[in-house]
């Protein structure tokens, strides 16, 4: 078995047979063999049984030994512990192996020697092998066409010329790849091996345009492969709206590019305009885009497409700058001879406020000035004693303009004052529509006849008994209420009571005339009535 596999490793590497009778023996050696430098190389050679073989340099007139497995010290310093025949002599393998190989081996020529103590005469030398010597460095293969999310492979391979010392392939990555792995190959080819190191992953769009390599690491030094740059196909992935200046005056234009980042870039673009209430689309093949005759509150975004998906930026606020408006909303108040004024300006940038009294331009050391919650609003507030009539004006300024408008002053008094009374109103129609709920005071005025009494002294009577229980469970709370309520109620409850004494005598005394009986009255029928008379 090792025989013939030798013979085919021969007949690999030389593309014929070479073949030597030399007295009996027949030695089967190829004319040369390819080393990879920083690796071994083997010599192949077959030849009959043997008991002891030698390989030496070919040299015109010496005969340096290169290996002789019996006297060692025999051997070439150069190489010496470098060479070995591990072959079985029984089989006739005689293959000569040489380690750590060198750009100085390069050219060099060897011939084996079979039995080399025999008596007889032998020319072995005739046929002689050349080792050529080279220094490989691995080679990388990638996908030309790599989509985001699909699996992304790379190979990196080496040809080697020692099969018990191959290099390690190692990959060179400055990217993401996303699940990994890596599978080994080796195979035999023309009296080399193929080692080949496989890079599968899923592919992301961190990748795209970055580099890859892999290197081949020999005993004695490195070899690097070439790099290349990885084209990863993606949608758009970030999108946003670039100004080309950071503020605007109103009125004015702008350019505003839409920056994607996708490969291939985008073909299609849609620009979002929003202005106040209204909202436009509009359709454009180009990344930048002019916008002109910007107002107030104008915001944008962009979609970008290509051939593989769409995305759109976040909105992006305009800074449109404008000058300083004074809002309505601005005033001032009169209270005794205290003059509060209030100034609201709108403006971008804010605007610097300015008061002017009785025409007269003032610097107040007394005044306070803040932001408000809505943007680019800021207002000012100052306190001011008067004795006469006086006139304020309030100015807002900033790089773009000014506004001025002068504060009618407002006596507080006056304005508040069917403020004051509305709450007390209010409170006295509460209280008069609840006690018309709890006393049926209509059926007292206008009833008529004894049974129609009676019913009106029962009612009274449970709805003493109701005040009565309910008093009991009633927090103090609503005790006070109650009484506060009863101040405003004493008036209308006492015109009640008289009104019902006089209809009850009147009632008494038509029963009194019809019958010729007399019942004496309820005296229950007032206790109801000053339970709030005395509150």
């Known amino acids: ?186 195979m035999e080819v023309h009296g080399q091996w193929f080692y080949k190191k496989t890079l599968r992953g899923v592919a992301t769009y961190l990748m795209n345009n970055s580099r890859i390599s892999c290197s081949a690491k020999f005993k004695t030094f490195t070899m690097g492969s070439q790099q290349m740059t990885l084209n990863i196909s993606y949608k758009p992935v970030t999108v946003r709206v670039k100004k080309e200046k950071k503020v605007v005056a109103e009125g004015d234009s702008i350019m505003i590019e839409c920056v994607a980042n996708s490969n291939p870039p985008p073909h299609k673009y849609l620009w979002f305009i929003r202005q106040l209430d209204q909202h436009k689309i509009e359709n454009s093949t180009q990344s930048k885009k002019h916008f002109s005759n910007i107002v107030r509150d104008t915001s944008l975004s962009c979609m970008a497409q290509n051939a593989l998906g769409v995305q759109q930026s976040i909105w992006v606020d305009l800074d449109v700058q404008y000058p300083p408006v004074i809002l309505p909303e601005s005033s001032c108040h009169l209270t005794g001879d205290v003059l509060r004024c209030v100034c609201l300006v709108d403006a971008s940038p804010n605007a610097s406020i300015y008061w002017t009294i009785n025409g007269n331009y003032t610097h107040l050391s007394s005044f306070a000035s803040a932001l408000t919650n809505k943007k680019h609003v800021i207002f000012e507030e100052i306190k001011i004693t008067v004795k006469t009539q006086t006139n304020v004006s309030c100015t807002g300024r900033n790089p773009h303009g000014s506004d001025t408008k002068q504060i009618p002053a407002v006596s507080l008094s006056e304005s508040s004052l069917m403020w004051l009374m509305l709450p007390g109103m209010i409170f006295l129609f509460g209280c008069a529509v609840l006690i018309y709920r709890k006393y049926p005071v209509k059926r007292l005025f206008f009833g008529g006849g004894h049974v129609q009494q009676q019913q009106i002294n029962n009612n009274f009577r449970r709805s003493q008994n109701e005040d009565t229980q309910l008093d009991l469970q009633r927090p103090d709370r609503d005790l006070e209420m109650e009484r506060l309520s009863c101040v405003y109620d004493n008036d209308f409850l006492e015109e009640m009571q008289r009104s019902a004494r006089s209809q009850h005598h009147q009632n008494s005394e038509t029963l009194l005339q019809s019958k010729n009986e007399t019942e004496p009255l309820d005296e229950n029928l007032y206790c109801n009535t000053r339970v709030c008379l005395k509150c």
């Not at 340096?64 to 051997?75: A, S």
């Not at 010597?133 to 790379?154: L, N, S, T």
């Open 1 to 186: 078995m090792a025989a013939a596999h030798l013979l085919r490793l021969l007949s690999l590497m030389t593309g014929t047979s070479v073949l030597q009778q030399v007295n009996g023996f027949s030695i089967r050696v190829p004319k040369t063999v390819v080393a990879v430098e920083g690796t071994c190389v083997m010599v192949p050679c077959q030849t009959d049984p043997y008991e002891r073989v030698n390989w030496y340099q070919y040299h015109n007139l010496k005969y340096p030994i290169v290996y002789d497995g019996f006297y060692t010290h025999n051997v070439e310093q150069k190489f010496r512990g470098r060479t070995k025949v591990l072959g079985n002599a029984a089989e006739g393998n005689c293959t000569l192996t040489i380690d750590n190989v060198s750009t100085a081996d390069h050219n060099l020529r060897v011939y084996v020697w079979i039995n080399p103590d025999s008596q007889t005469t032998q020319k072995f030398h005739d046929q002689t092998v050349t080792i050529s010597v080279e220094r490989k460095a691995p080679i990388i293969y990638i996908q030309k066409q790599i989509v985001e999310g699909e699996i992304f492979q790379a190979n990196c391979s080496i040809i080697y010329s020692c099969p018990s010392l191959p290099p390690s392939l190692q990959w060179n990555l400055n990217t993401f790849l996303e699940n990994y792995t890596f599978v080994d190959f080796h």
